[in-house]
């Protein structure tokens, strides 16, 4: 616990090594207005410096773009208390990220690809810890944009690992609407399949 930072990292019910950042304040969701405020907690740079619990918990250190952080759209969580899934990437969304990722720019756009059924924007982040990022800042204005509320995304991060410089961020936004859910989760792995393989680089 962190009550520093304003949150615990718990593990879940759920899944092989999955865990959850919660916050230990009151901070209802991706729609909470307090996640745009100047001095707001950066819970996803937490989140992903917490990501070696599942490291720990796999007995085995995965690849900084084997691992995931999502939270889910009001329409999709299962409790009304900000938290953010820290886990293994599903291993075909790896590969996928992998050859198409190259194609993802520094403005959110949709993806060439479906995933999971489902058309994701996506935009890469060149801050390689989220040192001088917050995920919710980003993406809210993609949704004002759009005339979307937050409370209808769902928001994904996960390393890219480049070729031709230091690492950065994907993020993956998906929205709520008919026939979709907005579970930026179903994109994980709670099984943890990368634990007994793993994914090589092209």
Known sequence: MNLAGGYAVLKDFVGVAQYLLISTVRVSGIESPS???P?????????WRSRHYVDDRLH???????????INSTERRTQNQLHIHI?????????????????????????PVRLRGHVYSA???????????????????????????MGDQTLLLTSAVLADGPPAFYFLDDHVQTGDWASAEELQDHTCALADRSIENP
């Not at 001095?39 to 989140?47: I, K, L, Q």
């Not at 040192?131 to 005339?147: E, I, M, N, W």
Request: hydrophobic share 40%; with cysteine.
């Open 35 to 37: 996640l745009l405020e």
């Open 39 to 47: 001095d707001s907690s950066n819970y996803f740079r937490a989140a």
């Open 60 to 70: 085995r250190r995965l690849g900084r773009d084997e691992v995931s952080l999502a």
């Open 123 to 149: 935009i890469r982040i060149d801050d390689s810890d989220l040192a001088h990022t917050d995920p919710f800042k980003v993406l809210a204005p993609h949704a004002a944009q759009r005339g979307q509320p």
């Open 87 to 111: 886990d293994c990437f599903a291993p075909d969304v790896v590969r996928t990220l992998r050859e198409v990722g190259p194609c993802i720019g520094a403005q959110w756009a949709p993806m």
